[in-house]
């Protein structure tokens, strides 16, 4: 048997199989950022994955960073994710929220009154943001207070509460791909000159008071977290990635984390060497795999469980392909994102 398709325990949880659906933004929610009946399909067709991570989800309406993703904020919004988790449930799966907050990776007409987008410091990104007006240019984002970075930890906290009480199994916090968390990482993106910027450590420090207020929440055997080293997406640069990722996952010790979500795209450095053994939770690898690599993982112990984007997105039974060796469906860019059930709900199983 595929050595993917074996148990394995990640925080509270036993794994049917170590096969871990990637966080995919699909941007089929309506403009009040709820989700429609269709997602509780899509998510319920992939519940044979040993572990569904959501989309990324946005935990106060300054997280939202593209048109049409989902919020998990107001009754509806939460509401609909209860429809979605319990899809997931019935039909034998776990599924953990991916909370997401953009920062300065938005524009103000996706923004609460034209709401300037934050940041740890006002340094306009290169890019354009996804709105329903086309592709808007990056703004000037707005340098966050110390009161304003208090209320943001706050908003990761209720937002873990409320994937709680919306039946996820625990909160993925996402600090990769360029957005607030890795904004705050990042030395080209946050120049502050207080305790949240300047050295490694300090740069980790909004971070970390994430997770403990999450982990406050939800105990840390429900939480994980997603980083992706040098994957420089959304304008990101930082001047020593491999200093301020060991100081992250060394800052990490202690909160008993469920797992730690490492995706490399192309980087220089093998982070997976650097990382795994500084980390005491579940080590999880993505990006670029297929069959062969990810058995190789396992296999040669490198990684607990490994995890696949575009490959689950095109396969609903997934696991079941890989245990016979079945061809794969291709996934299809153009209904990537929304709207409507093509290229969602309609991928064929075997
Ligand atoms: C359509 C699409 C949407 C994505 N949205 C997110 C997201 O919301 N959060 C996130 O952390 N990564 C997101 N990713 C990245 C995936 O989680 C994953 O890291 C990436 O697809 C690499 O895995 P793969 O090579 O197996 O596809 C997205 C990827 C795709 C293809």
């Known amino acids: 048997m595929s050595p993917i398709l074996t148990p394995v325990k990640i925080g509270r949880y036993t794994l049917k199989n170590r096969l871990v659906m990637a966080p995919m933004t699909r941007s089929r929610a309506n403009d009040d950022g709820v989700q429609p009946d269709i997602a509780a399909t899509y998510y319920g067709q ?25 919020g998990l904020i107001t009754e509806a919004q939460n509401s609909a994710w209860k429809h979605i988790t319990d899809a997931v449930h019935a039909r034998g799966g776990l599924i953990f929220m991916q909370v997401m907050h953009c920062g300065r ?26 709105t329903d007006a086309g592709l808007q240019d990056f703004v000037t984002p707005h340098a ?16 873990a509460r409320r994937a709680l009480e919306a039946g996820f199994d625990g909160i993925e916090l996402h600090a990769a791909s360029g957005y607030l968390p890795e904004q705050f990482l990042s030395s080209g993106s946050n120049q502050r000159t207080d ?18 207020a999450m982990v406050d929440e939800a105990g840390g055997e429900r939480v994980g977290i997603k980083i992706s080293p040098e994957m420089n997406f959304n ?8 200093e301020t990722f060991t100081t992250l996952v060394d800052g990490l010790h202690g909160l ?22 500084r980390f005491d939770g579940a080590y999880l690898i993505g990006g670029g795999l297929d069959q062969a690599k990810a058995e190789a993982l ?7 469980a490994v995890v696949f984007g575009g490959a689950f997105l095109a396969n609903p039974d997934l696991p079941e392909r ?29």
């Open 46 to 70: 992939r519940a044979s994955a040993g572990l569904i991570i959501s989309e990324g989800v946005f935990p106060s309406p300054m997280g939202k960073g593209y048109v049409h993703t989902p």
């Open 105 to 130: 990776i938005s524009h103000p007409m996706l923004l609460p009154d034209g709401a300037t987008p934050v940041a740890p410091s006002a340094i306009k990104p290169a890019g354009q943001a996804w």
């Open 144 to 159: 966050l207070s110390a009161t304003e970075i208090a209320a943001i930890v706050a908003d990761y906290r209720q937002a």
């Open 195 to 212: 305790a949240y910027g300047g050295s490694a450590t300090q740069r980790t420090r909004f971070v970390l008071e994430i997770l403990r």
């Open 235 to 242: 304008d990101i640069a930082d001047a020593n990635p491999q």
């Open 256 to 277: 008993g984390l469920a797992y730690l979500h490492v995706a490399l795209f192309g980087a220089q450095t093998d982070y997976h060497t650097l990382l795994r053994p």
């Open 298 to 304: 396992i296999d040669e112990k490198r990684a607990d």
């Open 322 to 350: 890989f245990r016979r060796g079945a061809a794969l469906n291709a996934p299809d860019k153009a209904t990537f994102y929304g709207p409507g059930e093509k290229g969602y709900t309609d991928y064929p199983a075997l």
